[in-house]
């Protein structure tokens, strides 16, 4: 944070996978915090000490072993402590899913320290699907929302937002636990590839297809379908597959049209990526 900070000061995390722009702009006074990725038994945080491109080599490698944990809640409290003794009246942290990490467990076990001084939120998603929220959030905190407008803020942001994405393989959200061992089979029998969505019960098997190139025309429709009529912010993210995400990014200008208002393109970090695997594409849509 630069400047005087606003009254409520807005906390994410870096499954956020906001681009580098909005991440570290002043004007929106986001605090990010890094999950810790462990590959091949070297301990790093995500997008500080270990990038996507490392956990991508790693993951191809297949013997390497890749770990993800959350932020402890004493890193969290020490954060939350610094915003508040730089002159925040409040904090609001916004995390990925409950489902799909400790993180908001984490954070909400350090806010209790502070009472109502700090509230936090959980998105039910990840990448910008957690993103999107917590740019709002900020956006109300700078525009001089109290606590529980922002709050609130995030919540209706979580209400306007769908994250789906398209998986090369199940295997490395089976490897973290992140979904079934019936859905991985699923998955991978007969070359079906997978088309899914997070939900306030983690990440769910949407559709099956029989190619990636059917998967990503899949991808468009559903964007499509979840813009309706609405202008919308989208993003599209990828593991080690710019020629697909920049494929998927033009179909989607061309597909949205007039309702495309903003438009962010990044990889994902090495957090995210190491539960996605290699070729992974993804879009979130969020509609203003």
Known sequence: ???????????????????????????????????AVVVNGVPGLDTVDVDSATVAEALNARRVAVTTSRPSPEAFADVYRGLLAAGATAVLSVHLSAKLSGTYDAASLAAAEFGDAVS???????????????????????????????????????????????????????????IGAAAALLGTALSVKPILHTTDQGVVVREKVRTASRALARLVDMADEAAGSSVVDVAVHHLAAPERADALLTTLKERLGERLRGVYLTEVGAVVGAHVGPGMVAVVVHTV
């Open 1 to 35: 944070m630069t400047g005087a900070p606003s009254a409520v000061a807005v906390v994410t995390d870096s499954t956020a996978c906001l681009p580098a722009e909005l991440a570290t702009d002043p004007a929106r006074r986001l605090t990010v915090v890094p999950l």
């Open 120 to 178: 936090v939120v959980d998105t039910q998603s990840t990448g910008m699907g957690l993103g999107f929220p917590a740019l709002a959030a900020a956006a109300a905190a700078s525009s001089g929302a109290a606590l529980s407008e922002a709050r609130q803020a995030a919540l209706d942001a979580v209400g306007r937002t769908s994250t789906l994405f398209y998986v090369d393989t199940l295997e490395f959200l089976r490897r973290g636990g992140r």
